[in-house]
């Protein structure tokens, strides 16, 4: 059973970081892609960030400039480091392996 645990997210006014965290249990040779997608309410799911295991990132519009997405050497562990934060980046992230395994979803909010 693959687990992906998340941690990280929380409250921030607008302008500041957050930083998410995801654990895989996968062996690196069974991982191809990870990623973050988010929920916001009444939005449709967005995926924000993937790195692939060759380490290619892509970002979505919305999120480029201001979220980096990386790993450790170990690829047992992703990050999505989140600045410049705005309202409407409030949601529930979610981390997701090989577009199939999901982690439990953390959320971060972004108020003042």
């Known amino acids: 059973q693959v687990q992906l645990v998340e941690s990280g997210g929380g409250l921030v006014q607008p302008g500041g970081s957050l930083r998410l965290s995801c654990a895989t249990s996968?062996?690196?040779?069974?991982?191809?892609?990870m990623g973050w997608y988010r929920q916001a309410p009444e939005k449709q799911r967005e995926l924000v960030a993937t790195?692939?295991?060759?380490?290619?990132?892509t970002y979505a519009d919305s999120v480029k400039g201001r979220f980096t997405i990386f790993r450790n050497n170990a690829w047992d562990t992703i990050y999505l480091q989140m600045n410049s934060l705005k309202p409407e980046d409030t949601a529930v992230y979610y981390c997701?392996?090989?577009?199939?395994?999901w982690g439990q979803g953390r959320k971060g909010t972004v108020s003042s």
């Open positions: 790195i692939s295991k060759g380490g290619t990132t």
């Open positions: 996968q062996s690196i040779f069974d991982i191809y892609l």
């Open positions: 997701i392996s090989n577009y199939h395994y």
